[in-house]
């Protein structure tokens, strides 16, 4: 498959959302609404789940299944209340030591008056900042559109995983299009030459692992459940310095220079 | 006797004004143009104007030299990490030749200057993004030097000032870009719990993946007058809502009114305004 028609198949209708996917991986799951400043910011969606009797934090991003959630959820772009919101459950998971899973599914951060207004930066750079210091595990998995700093917001974790048709960009493939090579229809070609699909992001080492889609996603679900179960096991038992080591030696490697 | 191929035009909105003022022996390069109210100035009364246009109080865009000559005390900066070169990580197409004709037109390899120096006699660490190199994308060499500033920071317990000055994340280093604005986050978070100061002087453009990480994790936000600072351009918000947008919305005062900088310091308050505020946070022996 070209990159282009990875990113068609990240955005297919009839994808699963996050929803599918926190429904069929655990066994329980309580949802938490609103940020406590500001709204409860739909294209967000946390609370907390079970795995295998553990209870683990869930934050996720939820694109809606049909037009008319879609529309309430903000075709899955946050706000900066979505994000603020994603850290209080995050805070949470860190005072009630449970881990912390997230779905990322979006086209980006959205780019509205408000967003800006009620500081969009600000919200995701909290995020970013508190992620890489919070004293819980955490798991992102890309399982759609990870669309920059907005899919970042809820991706500084111990292992960032992929679903096999899942792409995580620097801008949107338009985006980069119309201001690369001042051309928005030239799309294919941005997708190509940014580097947007998890077989290109695992041979960079920005994830650890990419989820396959051959066989379905009923088996896909399976999978993740157990290695999400292994992984949140073996993350549990380490201690925490070597926890927050390992998260920061992580992004500190990557696009490490030399003089 | 002035005439119009005396005047130097920005080339766009975000690349403004350039190098050229330090230089008032070529001709070509005698007088300026301000975008804003049109008045023709001499360079050099516009540099010792610490480039603010004295009709109409336009800011120009301040190079990395003049910035560093504006805050630094005379011979105190030490520049490090200054030969770091990217090595291409997604090998985007043509990036080596955008690269080079940044590379000529500011004599650095990349779009940050770092070091330490003294600011009114106070020690420092410092970082001054550099607009004319590619408006000031952050890449691989932008995070790294910024993050080996933090890191070097915290282990010898010397406050942080950052000047920031981008577009964004650097869309020819693709994935890499945007892992810079964790990298970075993670370095300002141990500076940090460490207990040190870290001061964001934020300068027109400040947007994008800069913003939304290291720009507005600091522990005070400072901007510049009529500054443009947001996570979206404006044109992307106005292809978004489209609408146009209010007048002044996300310019610094904007950002002021809803709670999101510290405070507007002008140019000739700068210095001053950052040497006190260092002070403030002087490490101090108390029983």
Redesign the interface.
């Not at chain 2, 986050?185 to 141990?190: D, H």
């Not at chain 2, 600072?229 to 979206?232: E, K, L, N, P």
């Given at each position: 498959m070209t990159a282009y028609e990875r990113l068609c198949a990240a955005r297919a209708k009839g994808r699963p959302t996050s929803r599918k996917y926190i429904d069929n991986i655990f066994d329980s799951f309580f949802e938490l609404h609103g940020d406590r400043f500001f709204a409860d910011d739909l294209a967000v969606r946390g609370g907390i789940a079970e795995l295998n009797g553990r209870p683990v934090t869930v934050v996720s991003m939820e694109k809606g299944e049909d037009t008319k959630e879609k529309i309430a959820r903000n075709f899955g772009s946050p706000n900066p209340e979505g994000y603020r919101k994603a850290l209080r459950l995050m805070k949470q998971a860190e005072k009630f030591h449970r881990p912390v899973v997230c779905f990322v599914d979006t086209a980006g951060a959205y780019c509205g008056l408000g967003a800006e207004e009620r500081g969009q930066a600000s919200a995701i750079a909290a995020n970013l900042m508190e992620m890489m210091g919070l004293k819980t595990p955490i798991l992102s998995l890309l399982i759609g559109e990870g669309g920059s700093g907005g899919a970042l917001a809820l991706a500084v974790a111990d292992e960032v995983w992929m679903m096999e048709n899942a792409v995580y960009s620097v801008i949107s493939p338009e985006g980069g299009a119309s201001i690369l090579y001042k051309d928005a229809t030239q799309v294919e070609r941005a997708a190509e030459e940014l580097r947007i699909t998890a077989q290109d992001l695992y041979g960079f080492g920005v994830v650890e692992r990419v989820i396959s889609e051959a066989e379905g996603f009923d088996e896909a679900y399976r999978s993740l459940r157990d290695q999400l179960d292994a992984e949140l096991n073996r993350r549990m038992q380490m201690d925490m310095q070597s926890l927050l080591r390992a998260r920061y030696e992580r992004f500190r490697k990557i696009g490490g220079l030399m003089e | 006797m002035l005439n119009k191929s005396m005047f130097i035009k920005p080339r766009n909105a975000l690349e403004g004004d350039g190098q050229s003022s330090a230089q008032p022996s070529i001709p070509e390069k005698l007088c300026r143009a301000c975008p804003a109210c049109k008045a023709a100035l001499f360079s050099q009364d516009l540099q010792e104007n610490l480039l603010v246009c004295p009709q109409c109080g336009h800011y120009f865009r301040m190079d990395v030299e003049s910035r560093l000559r504006l805050l630094v005390d005379e011979g105190s900066f030490v520049e490090l990490?200054a030969?770091?070169?990217?090595?291409d990580?997604?090998a985007?197409?043509n990036y080596e030749k955008k690269l080079s004709a940044a590379r000529k037109a500011t004599g650095r390899p990349d779009g940050v200057v770092c070091g330490t120096g003294r600011i009114g006699g106070q020690a420092a660490a410092l970082f001054v993004m550099d607009a004319q190199f590619m408006m000031g994308s952050m890449?691989?060499?932008v995070?790294?030097k910024i993050?080996r500033t933090f890191e070097m920071a915290t282990e010898q317990g010397l406050p942080v000032l950052g000047v920031t000055v981008s577009g964004g994340?650097?869309?020819?280093?693709?994935?890499?870009?945007?892992?810079?604005?964790?990298?970075t986050?993670?370095?300002?978070?141990?500076h940090?719990?460490a207990g040190n100061l870290y001061i964001a002087l934020l300068t027109d453009p400040t947007t994008?993946?800069v913003?939304?990480?290291?720009?507005?994790?600091a522990d005070i936000i400072l901007a510049e007058p009529q500054a443009l600072?947001?996570?979206?351009g404006p044109r992307?918000?106005e292809q978004?809502?489209r609408a146009k947008?209010p007048e002044g919305?996300?310019r610094a005062e904007f950002l002021l009114e809803?709670?999101?900088v510290d405070a507007i310091v002008p140019r000739n308050e700068q210095k001053k305004t950052i040497a006190h505020l260092l002070k403030l946070h002087e490490r101090r022996e108390e029983a």
């Open positions: - | 990490y030969d770091l070169t990217t090595r990580p997604i985007f197409p890449g691989t060499v995070g790294e993050t994340a650097r869309m020819q280093e693709g994935i890499f870009s945007l892992m810079q604005m964790a990298k986050s993670g370095a300002v978070l141990r940090s719990q994008g993946g913003t939304a990480s290291f720009a507005m994790e600072i947001g996570f979206a992307v918000i978004t809502i947008l919305f996300q809803k709670g999101f």
